[in-house]
């Protein structure tokens, strides 16, 4: 089993639609997580890190479920420039030199 | 302006014909890092360095070496490049590490497209 996997997707919806999508995580020792958002063959960029308590930043809510051991990414009111591939990234031992990054998610906002 | 560069963007190359590829950031970060991203397969981290001088393996170190002799360089060696070293390498860095909190945030470079015949 992989340390972090997501759903490689694509994903395909209409603007203005809200979606969402999920990362599990292996190690349930895991402390830190985030979302990092790809543009086609450009670096990633940090989206928001993932609290215990959820957070939310706009039209995006992240949330984290330690018991299922998973993160979750919504994303309200889709617009066509959130078209990217979202990356879930996990710190799984609580690490100073390493972290995970799943393979990613492709999202497509069609107008 | 605050960021991570890398040269070249995009290279060619064959097979045994020593490179390097450099990495420079300037925004006083003391954590360095190596990645390559490969189709379906994710970033996976090459090397990482904590402080000049300090440098260590990550998961996919085979092939590639690495100096930190300055805080704001940190140049990627391929010494005898081969063809499953084609791959799309980012640089990023961090403030302190990834030991937690915003610290953990890290900056990327544009990438390194990098085809080995």
């Known amino acids: 089993r992989k340390e972090v996997e997501q759903d490689p997707g694509p994903f395909n919806v209409p603007e203005g639609a809200t979606v969402a999508f999920n990362c599990t995580y292996s190690?349930?020792?895991?402390?830190?997580f985030f979302w990092y958002r790809q543009d086609c063959r450009k670096e990633p960029k940090l989206l928001m890190s993932v609290y215990s308590s959820g957070n939310e930043d706009g039209r995006f809510t992240a949330q984290l479920n330690r018991a299922s051991q998973y993160i979750s990414l919504l994303i309200r009111d889709s617009k066509l420039s959130d078209s990217a591939t979202y990356l879930c990234v996990v710190n799984p031992y609580s690490s100073a030199s390493k972290i995970i990054f799943g393979s990613g998610t492709r999202l497509s906002i069609r107008p | 302006e605050a960021q991570v560069t890398q040269n070249p963007r995009y290279l060619i190359t064959v097979t045994g014909k020593k490179l390097t590829v450099t990495c420079s950031q300037n925004m006083n970060h003391e954590y360095m890092s190596w990645y390559r991203q490969d189709p379906g397969l994710g970033l996976r981290q090459i090397y990482y360095?904590?402080?000049?001088?300090?440098?260590d393996k990550g998961d996919v170190p085979e092939g590639y070496k690495v100096s930190r002799k300055e805080k704001r360089n940190f140049p990627l060696i391929l010494e005898s490049p081969s063809p499953n070293q084609t791959s799309l390498y980012f640089c990023?860095?961090?403030?302190?590490?990834?030991?937690?909190?915003?610290?953990?945030?890290?900056?990327f470079g544009p990438g390194t497209r990098l085809l080995v015949l």
């Open positions: 990023a860095s961090s403030l302190w590490g990834l030991a937690g909190g915003r610290e953990e945030t890290q900056y």
């Open positions: 360095s904590m402080n000049v001088e300090v440098t």
């Open positions: 190690n349930s020792a895991s402390q830190s």
